[in-house]
C-alpha cells in the first residue's frame, strides 16, 4: 500500500472500530436484563464480541500509524471527547426495548457481513486477516438475530408492532450506516477496500427479504441522507461519560 493511503486507511479502521466498541457498550446493558435466562448468556457474549472485535480494528489502527498496540486501544477509547468518535449515530442510541435492541442488532450485523465479505478480499493482508477473523462470529451473531426478529415478527400481534417501530425509529440512521466509511472511497478507488455501492447491494439483498418474513413495512422511501460520521447525537455524550469516568480519574494507570 502506497504510503499516501495510510491516512485513509487509518480513517476507516477508527470508523470500524468505533462502531464495534460503543454498540458493545450498548448490548452490554442488557446484562442481567435480558427476557429469558439463556438469552442473558447469549446477548452478553455478543457484546463481548464486539468489544473483541473493537480490540482487533484499535490494534490494527495502531500498527498503521506506528503506535504501540499495547496501550493505543485504551487511550484511544478512555481519553477522546465525543467530536472525535467515528462511530455512526445508530449504535449510540440508547438500547429502548428488546425489539429495538435485536432490530438495530440485525441491521447492524448485516451491514457488517456485506463490508467484512469485501474487507476479507483485500490485498492488505493484515486487514484481510482482521475481517476473515471478525467475519467467522459475525455468522454466528447475524444467525441469532435473525432468529430473533422472525421470532418477534411471527410471534404476537404486540411483538411484531414493536418490531415495526423498531425498525420505524432506527430508518433514519440506516443511511449513514451503509454510507462510505471515512476514508473508504479512496481505498476503494485503490482497489484495496470494498465500495459502497456494492456493500449496500448486498445489504438490501439480506435485509429486505427477512423484513418481508417478518411481516414489516418498510417506510415510506429512502433511508435519509446520513450526515457524516463526525456527528453525534447527545447520546454519546452520556454515554462516553460512564465509559470514560473511572479512567479519567487515574489517567496515569497501566489498565
Known amino acids: 500500500m502506497s504510503p499516501e493511503l495510510r491516512p485513509a486507511l487509518a480513517e476507516m479502521l ?11 457498550h450498548r448490548d452490554s446493558e442488557w446484562t ?21 472485535h473493537a480490540k482487533l480494528w484499535y490494534e490494527l489502527l495502531a500498527e498503521t500509524l506506528g503506535e504501540d498496540p499495547a496501550r493505543f486501544p485504551d487511550r484511544t477509547i478512555f481519553f477522546r ?28 450485523d448485516a451491514a457488517e457481513l456485506a463490508r467484512l465479505a469485501g474487507l476479507a478480499e483485500s490485498p492488505i493482508a493484515d486487514l484481510a486477516a482482521v475481517a476473515v477473523k471478525i467475519r467467522a462470529e459475525e455468522f ?4 441469532h438475530t435473525s432468529a430473533w426478529m422472525l421470532r418477534l415478527g411471527q410471534g404476537t400481534d404486540e411483538s411484531r408492532a414493536r418490531l415495526q417501530q423498531a425498525l420505524n425509529g432506527a430508518w433514519p440512521y440506516a443511511a449513514q450506516l ?11 478507488e485503490a ?32 433511508p435519509p441522507v446520513g450526515v ?28
Open 14 to 24: 477508527l470508523a470500524l472500530a468505533d462502531d464495534e466498541l460503543i454498540l458493545g
Open 178 to 188: 451503509l454510507a462510505p466509511l471515512p476514508g473508504q472511497t479512496a481505498l476503494a
Open 32 to 52: 442481567g436484563h435480558a427476557p429469558i435466562l439463556e438469552e442473558d448468556i447469549a446477548f452478553g457474549n455478543i457484546a463481548l464480541d464486539e468489544l473483541g
Open 228 to 255: 457524516g460520521r463526525d456527528r453525534h447525537t447527545e447520546h454519546l455524550v452520556y454515554l462516553l461519560g460512564e465509559l470514560q469516568s473511572v479512567a479519567r480519574l487515574a489517567p496515569e494507570a497501566v489498565w
Open 81 to 108: 471527547g465525543p467530536a472525535g468518535w467515528r462511530n455512526a449515530q445508530l449504535v449510540e442510541l440508547p438500547k429502548g426495548d428488546w425489539a429495538f435492541t435485536i432490530l438495530r442488532q440485525y441491521l447492524f
Open 140 to 143: 454466528y451473531h447475524h444467525r
Open 191 to 222: 482497489g484495496l477496500a470494498p465500495d459502497a455501492a456494492t456493500v449496500l447491494e448486498a445489504w438490501r439483498v439480506r435485509v429486505e427479504p427477512m423484513l418481508a418474513d417478518c411481516g414489516l413495512t418498510l417506510p415510506a422511501g429512502e
